[in-house]
């Protein structure tokens, strides 16, 4: 049975990496931060042909039975790395606000871009302190330019516990208020960064993600914002940074004006990621989760180098 | 006929109609405004839109609203429609009205009055209820016959009072309710009638005007117009200027005027008007003394009477005569002082005398009253001076101090006012202490004199004495009681009034008084006290009532009201303009006319409010009903009709035969009542499809053989026309059939069998062997080989890039059945081989090559990686 479930359901605990908890079970010192130097193991996690001075009793035999090639396992050593995710908090991702619009032509309803934000986020940082790395969460928000917002969390304790209050308030930071363990300080230079944002804020996502050596950047979109077909055609839409501005529903639905716009804009992000050397993917709400697992691990595994990893 | 009656509300009403129709049609363009905030990343530019557009509104509320709209419009225009209506005088009820104000006599006696009166009467009473009043009061009355009404007219007279006609028809009417004829009988003078708005009543009721003035005169009306008295207070001659005003100025006239009081005569003039004066004055004078008895205010009610003759004759006698209330009278007093010496230069009372005289007070003085007090009603205004070294029963007066209690003082008309004073600055002060006590104390010291005047022997004392009586403080300073000249007491018990006095009221300079101060002391004290007053204005004169509805009919206590003075308005005569004047009718016109039969117009506007109503209602209930209507049929019925839809479905599949998956042989040729159980439970378990179990065998050729995917075929005649295909079994397998021919046929015949049937691309389409690696040999299972017999191979005729004829060179299907048969090859096949090719042949019918589509392959990948 396919899981059908979405982002929307996503909870810190959804593991992505099915090879980690072998290797979690394989007392090395573990980390996610690949080491240079590859390591001849028993574990399929990649192969490669045998030369002649590898070790006899490493040569994987069933795969000689299937192919009659010698083929030999290695592994690379991880430690642990500093890890920081940016959510992204502005006004644009406490989209969509209004209840007619969360139901407009949906069956389910539709969280805010916010909520799959820090579900998404949380699931990242907690995969990552499962793994030995040192995690900061960032709460980014374009209002406040001095400084950014460091949740407390270190611990996957630390993590659930907070995940479990968010889910209480549903995800609305502010009625939590004091009960946000934050501080205020500024990213420094780590070896992987990730951003979840909708890249619609005027947050600068590349001057954090250039503190990473490794650099992610999860764009996150509404599913109402990929697909708008639940558009009133009689209805004006416009953005709060600009109200003078509308378009009507009529307008953005018949001339693909709006489907071309924002495949520009994606392709736009999507290039200015590549040149910042980091990895790009886009979600949605709507995006399974299991697609979503994919995604990540290709990016955990090292195989997908490519940024053009495609929309989901 | 329709009558419209457009008001400034109507212009209001139909500008706001138009106002709100345009505000129907005319929508903000941003009815409807969401946030999307991708909105910021669309690069192209919007077109230019208008905030406000045009939109048809939705028709039934808009309907409803130009309907009712309309309907408020025409409300305001207050339609009528004219009804013309019948008056007959034997049901209709008319109404005299008697004007009997003073210019009504002028030219006509009472009996000619009354005799026109009747004449009227006589015209209209035959017939229609008559009620008659007159202006003397609201009373109405039904005379039975003319001369009722004479003698009532006559036994009335005409009243000195002035009339408003306005006034008093106003509340005629609100007492008689509707009239259908109001007939005034009026001279129509100005004063009568300018405030008289009979158009308005015109709506109800018919306004006449019967003419009673007579023929222009010649004659002048002279009259008083203002009469001013002159004299001073204290002269001994009484001095009047009197203005005597006409109404014509053409000729000279002169005549005499009289000046009386209470019968007697006290002076008569000449007086002469020449020719072009319309206003003359003149001064009569008299002795004061002459009417010394009418000097006093009791005598106040008996008015001096001014009576003019005129030579030759006057138009107006009525009036002629003028009253006024008597000018300088004096108030009575009492003073009671002990005689200290030569009047002006010891006595320390001459001088306050002296100036109660000036200011019009005629006190009696008394040196004591140890023998005999003044009577209570000897005057309004007590002076009582306490001397050096006298008693108290000496000038305190006893008819004051009982008078409190027996009731005396207050069987008169305003209780007295005392002043208590001291004679001189060094006295003793007990005695003034136990008079000020008699006077407002309580009973019990009328004859037992208070134990604490015996402190109150200084000027300190006494103060301190009459400050603890609770009286007020009069003069002096706030923080500063010694400064006071006096302080006031009023009793409760008789109302009398007490000013008790620091200082003695004489020019002293210890007092601080000079002979000139003084009198203003007392003229200030007195006008406080109000016993002085300014000089009597016009408002204390006699009355002059201008209109007798509204002074007289609604309050009959005004005093002297029957000998109202004449008003000006009435004396000067003018008439009213005629084309102001409602329909006349004059004695000189025939009076039978009035009776003849009437037709007035009115305006009935309630069809028009009737239908303006239901047409509101209407557009009221059709809104309601369409709307909810519409609301039913959006949610309710769309529900219902979805929910029978699926009902009706259901229906349907109820009825329907059951649609199964399942594939049938279908079969020509073949021996009838043959079934292959088995090979549908082999079929079913080992794939997903579910085999008929019994074969569809027919004879011949049919639409339902040409209806199933394959066909199986044993012989060639049912197929063949000639030696080729027939051409609907050629469309079929065009169309994607399968056919599977179960027989040994030479290569020869097959080929002959589809020549030109079907259009050949290239050498690998047409008649072949099945190859080893042919769909068929694995589109389920893998197979090996196909089983031949006698050396025939299995043919296959492919065409369209498939397997569209199969050729089996023996009856395959005999061994499948659930009894075998004979192949007639001379041995049993494998059933399980069979089987299996029977499988890979139904994949093949069904789904042709499917593993060539590779639509399975990203998942085989997937699998792989």
Request: charged share 25%; glycine share 6%.
């Given at each position: 049975?396919?899981?059908?479930?979405?982002?929307?359901?996503?909870?810190?605990?959804?593991?992505?990496?099915?090879?980690?908890?072998?290797?979690?079970?394989?007392?090395?010192?573990?980390?996610?931060?690949?080491?240079?130097?590859?390591?001849?193991?028993?574990?399929?996690?990649?192969?490669?042909?045998?030369?002649?001075?590898?070790?006899?009793?490493?040569?994987?035999?069933?795969?000689?039975?299937?192919?009659?090639?010698?083929?030999?396992?290695?592994?690379?050593?991880?430690?642990?790395?500093?890890?920081?995710?940016?959510?992204?908090?502005?006004?644009?991702?406490?989209?969509?606000?209004?209840?007619?619009?969360?139901?407009?032509?949906?069956?389910?309803?539709?969280?805010?871009?916010?909520?799959?934000?820090?579900?998404?986020?949380?699931?990242?940082?907690?995969?990552?302190?499962?793994?030995?790395?040192?995690?900061?969460?960032?709460?980014?928000?374009?209002?406040?330019?001095?400084?950014?917002?460091?949740?407390?969390?270190?611990?996957?304790?630390?993590?659930?516990?907070?995940?479990?209050?968010?889910?209480?308030?549903?995800?609305?930071?502010?009625?939590?208020?004091?009960?946000?363990?934050?501080?205020?300080?500024?990213?420094?230079?780590?070896?992987?960064?990730?951003?979840?944002?909708?890249?619609?804020?005027?947050?600068?996502?590349?001057?954090?993600?250039?503190?990473?050596?490794?650099?992610?950047?999860?764009?996150?979109?509404?599913?109402?914002?990929?697909?708008?077909?639940?558009?009133?055609?009689?209805?004006?839409?416009?953005?709060?940074?600009?109200?003078?501005?509308?378009?009507?529903?009529?307008?953005?639905?018949?001339?693909?004006?709006?489907?071309?716009?924002?495949?520009?804009?994606?392709?736009?992000?999507?290039?200015?990621?590549?040149?910042?050397?980091?990895?790009?993917?886009?979600?949605?709400?709507?995006?399974?989760?299991?697609?979503?697992?994919?995604?990540?691990?290709?990016?955990?595994?090292?195989?997908?180098?490519?940024?053009?990893?495609?929309?989901? | 006929?329709?009558?419209?009656?457009?008001?400034?509300?109507?212009?209001?009403?139909?500008?706001?109609?138009?106002?709100?129709?345009?505000?129907?049609?005319?929508?903000?363009?941003?009815?409807?405004?969401?946030?999307?905030?991708?909105?910021?990343?669309?690069?192209?530019?919007?077109?230019?839109?208008?905030?406000?557009?045009?939109?048809?509104p939705h028709w039934i509320p808009f309907l409803a609203?130009?309907?009712?709209?309309?309907?408020?419009?025409?409300?305001?225009?207050?339609?009528?429609?004219?009804?013309?209506?019948?008056?007959?005088?034997?049901?209709?009820?008319?109404?005299?009205?008697?004007?009997?104000?003073?210019?009504?006599?002028?030219?006509?006696?009472?009996?000619?009055?009354?005799?026109?009166?009747?004449?009227?009467?006589?015209?209209?009473?035959?017939?229609?209820?008559?009620?008659?009043?007159?202006?003397?009061?609201?009373?109405?009355?039904?005379?039975?016959?003319?001369?009722?009404?004479?003698?009532?007219?006559?036994?009335?007279?005409?009243?000195?009072?002035?009339?408003?006609?306005?006034?008093?028809?106003?509340?005629?009417?609100?007492?008689?309710?509707?009239?259908?004829?109001?007939?005034?009988?009026?001279?129509?003078?100005?004063?009568?009638?300018?405030?008289?708005?009979?158009?308005?009543?015109?709506?109800?009721?018919?306004?006449?005007?019967?003419?009673?003035?007579?023929?222009?005169?010649?004659?002048?009306?002279?009259?008083?117009?203002?009469?001013?008295?002159?004299?001073?207070?204290?002269?001994?001659?009484?001095?009047?200027?009197?203005?005597?005003?006409?109404?014509?100025?053409?000729?000279?006239?002169?005549?005499?005027?009289?000046?009386?009081?209470?019968?007697?005569?006290?002076?008569?003039?000449?007086?002469?008007?020449?020719?072009?004066?319309?206003?003359?004055?003149?001064?009569?004078?008299?002795?004061?003394?002459?009417?010394?008895?009418?000097?006093?205010?009791?005598?106040?009610?008996?008015?001096?009477?001014?009576?003019?003759?005129?030579?030759?004759?006057?138009?107006?006698?009525?009036?002629?005569?003028?009253?006024?209330?008597?000018?300088?009278?004096?108030?009575?007093?009492?003073?009671?002082?002990?005689?200290?010496?030569?009047?002006?230069?010891?006595?320390?009372?001459?001088?306050?005398?002296?100036?109660?005289?000036?200011?019009?007070?005629?006190?009696?003085?008394?040196?004591?009253?140890?023998?005999?007090?003044?009577?209570?009603?000897?005057?309004?205004?007590?002076?009582?001076?306490?001397?050096?070294?006298?008693?108290?029963?000496?000038?305190?007066?006893?008819?004051?101090?009982?008078?409190?209690?027996?009731?005396?003082?207050?069987?008169?008309?305003?209780?007295?006012?005392?002043?208590?004073?001291?004679?001189?600055?060094?006295?003793?002060?007990?005695?003034?202490?136990?008079?000020?006590?008699?006077?407002?104390?309580?009973?019990?010291?009328?004859?037992?004199?208070?134990?604490?005047?015996?402190?109150?022997?200084?000027?300190?004392?006494?103060?301190?004495?009459?400050?603890?009586?609770?009286?007020?403080?009069?003069?002096?300073?706030?923080?500063?009681?010694?400064?006071?000249?006096?302080?006031?007491?009023?009793?409760?018990?008789?109302?009398?009034?007490?000013?008790?006095?620091?200082?003695?009221?004489?020019?002293?300079?210890?007092?601080?008084?000079?002979?000139?101060?003084?009198?203003?002391?007392?003229?200030?004290?007195?006008?406080?006290?109000?016993?002085?007053?300014?000089?009597?204005?016009?408002?204390?004169?006699?009355?002059?009532?201008?209109?007798?509805?509204?002074?007289?009919?609604?309050?009959?206590?005004?005093?002297?009201?029957?000998?109202?003075?004449?008003?000006?308005?009435?004396?000067?005569?003018?008439?009213?303009?005629?084309?102001?004047?409602?329909?006349?009718?004059?004695?000189?016109?025939?009076?039978?006319?009035?009776?003849?039969?009437?037709?007035?117009?009115?305006?009935?506007?309630?069809?028009?409010?009737?239908?303006?109503?239901?047409?509101?209602?209407?557009?009221?209930l059709f809104e309601v009903t369409l709307s909810s209507y519409q609301r039913i049929r959006k949610r309710i019925l769309r529900k219902w009709i979805k929910a029978s839809a699926v009902l009706f479905?259901?229906?349907?599949?109820?009825?329907?035969?059951?649609?199964?998956?399942?594939?049938?042989?279908?079969?020509?040729?073949?021996?009838?009542?043959?079934?292959?159980?088995?090979?549908?439970?082999?079929?079913?378990?080992?794939?997903?499809?579910?085999?008929?179990?019994?074969?569809?065998?027919?004879?011949?050729?049919?639409?339902?053989?040409?209806?199933?995917?394959?066909?199986?075929?044993?012989?060639?005649?049912?197929?063949?026309?000639?030696?080729?295909?027939?051409?609907?079994?050629?469309?079929?397998?065009?169309?994607?059939?399968?056919?599977?021919?179960?027989?040994?046929?030479?290569?020869?015949?097959?080929?002959?069998?589809?020549?030109?049937?079907?259009?050949?691309?290239?050498?690998?389409?047409?008649?072949?062997?099945?190859?080893?690696?042919?769909?068929?040999?694995?589109?389920?299972?893998?197979?090996?080989?196909?089983?031949?017999?006698?050396?025939?191979?299995?043919?296959?005729?492919?065409?369209?890039?498939?397997?569209?004829?199969?050729?089996?060179?023996?009856?395959?299907?005999?061994?499948?059945?659930?009894?075998?048969?004979?192949?007639?090859?001379?041995?049993?096949?494998?059933?399980?081989?069979?089987?299996?090719?029977?499988?890979?042949?139904?994949?093949?019918?069904?789904?042709?090559?499917?593993?060539?589509?590779?639509?399975?392959?990203?998942?085989?990948?997937?699998?792989?990686?």
């Amino acid at each position: 049975m396919q899981d059908t479930s979405t982002l929307s359901d996503l909870i810190p605990q959804h593991v992505y990496d099915a090879q980690w908890r072998i290797l979690q079970h394989s007392q090395r010192h573990h980390g996610s931060h690949l080491l240079a130097v590859q390591q001849l193991s028993r574990f399929p996690e990649s192969s490669r042909k045998y030369v002649a001075g590898d070790p006899i009793h490493l040569i994987d035999w069933q795969a000689y039975a299937r192919s009659d090639q010698l083929v030999i396992r290695q592994v690379r050593e991880e430690a642990s790395s500093r890890v920081q995710i940016a959510i992204d908090t502005s006004s644009p991702m406490r989209w969509p606000d209004r209840e007619e619009v969360r139901n407009a032509n949906k069956s389910n309803r539709i969280p805010q871009k916010i909520e799959v934000a820090l579900r998404v986020g949380f699931n990242i940082a907690y995969t990552h302190i499962a793994r030995g790395d040192r995690v900061d969460v960032w709460l980014m928000n374009d209002s406040e330019s001095t400084s950014a917002k460091r949740l407390l969390v270190q611990r996957q304790t630390d993590l659930l516990s907070l995940f479990a209050l968010l889910q209480e308030k549903q995800f609305d930071l502010d009625s939590l208020g004091e009960h946000l363990p934050i501080e205020r300080a500024n990213p420094s230079q780590v070896q992987v960064a990730y951003w979840v944002g909708d890249a619609l804020s005027h947050c600068r996502f590349g001057d954090f993600l250039r503190l990473g050596r490794t650099r992610y950047l999860v764009h996150l979109l509404s599913s109402l914002e990929a697909d708008i077909d639940w558009v009133d055609p009689s209805t004006f839409y416009f953005d709060v940074d600009d109200v003078n501005r509308e378009f009507q529903g009529a307008e953005l639905v018949t001339n693909q004006t709006y489907k071309e716009s924002l495949n520009r804009w994606m392709t736009r992000i999507r290039q200015r990621v590549s040149a910042l050397g980091g990895h790009y993917i886009s979600i949605t709400d709507q995006t399974p989760i299991a697609k979503y697992h994919a995604l990540l691990a290709e990016w955990a595994s090292g195989l997908a180098v490519r940024t053009s990893s495609g929309r989901i | 006929m329709v009558g419209f009656d457009p008001t400034f509300m109507s212009a209001i009403a139909a500008m706001l109609g138009m106002a709100s129709i345009l505000v129907w049609l005319l929508v903000r363009r941003l009815q409807k405004r969401i946030w999307l905030p991708t909105m910021r990343i669309i690069d192209h530019e919007t077109r230019k839109l208008p905030k406000l557009r045009f939109r048809f509104p939705h028709w039934i509320p808009f309907l409803a609203f130009l309907m009712a709209s309309l309907c408020i419009i025409i409300f305001t225009f207050k339609p009528t429609r004219t009804l013309v209506s019948t008056v007959n005088s034997h049901d209709a009820h008319f109404h005299f009205f008697f004007d009997m104000s003073p210019s009504t006599s002028a030219d006509l006696t009472i009996d000619q009055y009354a005799d026109a009166s009747v004449q009227l009467w006589d015209a209209l009473s035959r017939g229609a209820r008559i009620t008659v009043s007159t202006s003397h009061s609201l009373t109405t009355f039904q005379p039975n016959s003319s001369q009722e009404l004479r003698d009532t007219i006559r036994r009335l007279g005409f009243h000195r009072a002035g009339l408003r006609l306005g006034t008093a028809l106003k509340a005629l009417m609100g007492r008689m309710g509707k009239l259908d004829r109001i007939i005034v009988v009026s001279d129509g003078d100005l004063h009568t009638w300018q405030d008289f708005n009979w158009q308005f009543l015109q709506r109800d009721t018919d306004v006449f005007w019967y003419d009673v003035s007579a023929e222009s005169s010649t004659l002048d009306n002279v009259f008083i117009s203002r009469a001013q008295y002159v004299t001073s207070p204290d002269a001994g001659l009484a001095e009047w200027d009197i203005d005597l005003a006409r109404d014509q100025w053409q000729r000279a006239v002169a005549g005499t005027i009289r000046a009386q009081w209470n019968g007697i005569n006290l002076a008569q003039e000449r007086w002469s008007l020449p020719k072009e004066y319309g206003r003359s004055t003149v001064r009569l004078s008299w002795p004061v003394n002459k009417i010394e008895a009418a000097l006093y205010e009791r005598n106040r009610s008996v008015p001096l009477v001014l009576t003019i003759e005129v030579d030759g004759g006057d138009r107006l006698l009525i009036d002629n005569d003028r009253r006024f209330f008597l000018r300088g009278l004096k108030r009575s007093g009492v003073l009671i002082a002990a005689p200290s010496g030569e009047l002006a230069l010891e006595d320390s009372s001459h001088h306050m005398n002296i100036a109660l005289s000036t200011l019009g007070f005629d006190m009696k003085r008394w040196d004591h009253v140890r023998n005999k007090d003044p009577e209570i009603e000897s005057g309004h205004f007590w002076a009582i001076v306490a001397g050096r070294g006298d008693d108290v029963d000496s000038f305190c007066p006893r008819s004051l101090t009982e008078g409190r209690f027996d009731g005396r003082m207050k069987m008169l008309e305003a209780p007295p006012i005392v002043w208590l004073m001291p004679g001189s600055l060094e006295m003793n002060y007990e005695e003034l202490c136990k008079c000020y006590s008699r006077l407002v104390l309580k009973k019990k010291f009328r004859d037992r004199d208070p134990s604490f005047c015996a402190e109150s022997q200084t000027r300190a004392g006494w103060l301190e004495m009459l400050a603890s009586t609770g009286a007020k403080q009069i003069g002096g300073a706030v923080d500063d009681a010694s400064q006071a000249i006096a302080r006031h007491f009023k009793d409760e018990i008789s109302g009398m009034e007490v000013l008790a006095f620091s200082i003695p009221l004489n020019p002293s300079l210890r007092t601080g008084l000079s002979y000139g101060k003084l009198p203003s002391l007392i003229q200030s004290l007195l006008q406080w006290q109000k016993l002085y007053g300014p000089a009597q204005s016009d408002k204390d004169d006699w009355p002059t009532i201008e209109d007798i509805a509204e002074r007289v009919w609604r309050d009959t206590e005004i005093p002297h009201s029957e000998l109202s003075n004449v008003p000006q308005g009435e004396s000067l005569l003018t008439h009213m303009d005629q084309n102001l004047m409602p329909p006349r009718w004059s004695r000189q016109i025939l009076l039978n006319s009035l009776n003849s039969i009437a037709n007035r117009e009115t305006k009935d506007p309630f069809p028009w409010i009737l239908t303006l109503s239901f047409t509101v209602i209407f557009a009221m209930l059709f809104e309601v009903t369409l709307s909810s209507y519409q609301r039913i049929r959006k949610r309710i019925l769309r529900k219902w009709i979805k929910a029978s839809a699926v009902l009706f479905a259901i229906g349907f599949l109820g009825i329907s035969e059951v649609a199964d998956a399942q594939v049938r042989i279908t079969s020509i040729g073949f021996v009838r009542n043959e079934t292959v159980g088995n090979l549908a439970l082999e079929v079913s378990s080992r794939t997903s499809i579910d085999l008929y179990k019994s074969l569809i065998d027919t004879n011949r050729l049919t639409p339902l053989s040409l209806s199933e995917p394959w066909m199986w075929v044993r012989s060639l005649s049912e197929i063949r026309e000639g030696k080729r295909l027939r051409r609907d079994v050629v469309n079929w397998i065009r169309k994607g059939g399968l056919l599977i021919i179960e027989n040994d046929i030479n290569s020869n015949d097959l080929t002959e069998l589809t020549r030109d049937s079907f259009e050949l691309r290239d050498e690998k389409q047409g008649w072949n062997p099945i190859p080893p690696d042919h769909e068929l040999m694995r589109s389920f299972y893998l197979l090996n080989s196909l089983p031949s017999c006698r050396e025939s191979v299995w043919r296959g005729y492919h065409f369209d890039g498939r397997l569209a004829i199969i050729a089996i060179p023996y009856p395959f299907l005999n061994g499948l059945y659930d009894v075998p048969k004979e192949t007639g090859c001379g041995h049993r096949y494998d059933v399980e081989q069979s089987t299996r090719i029977f499988v890979n042949i139904l994949m093949v019918a069904l789904a042709t090559d499917y593993k060539k589509d590779q639509i399975h392959l990203p998942e085989i990948l997937k699998r792989l990686r």
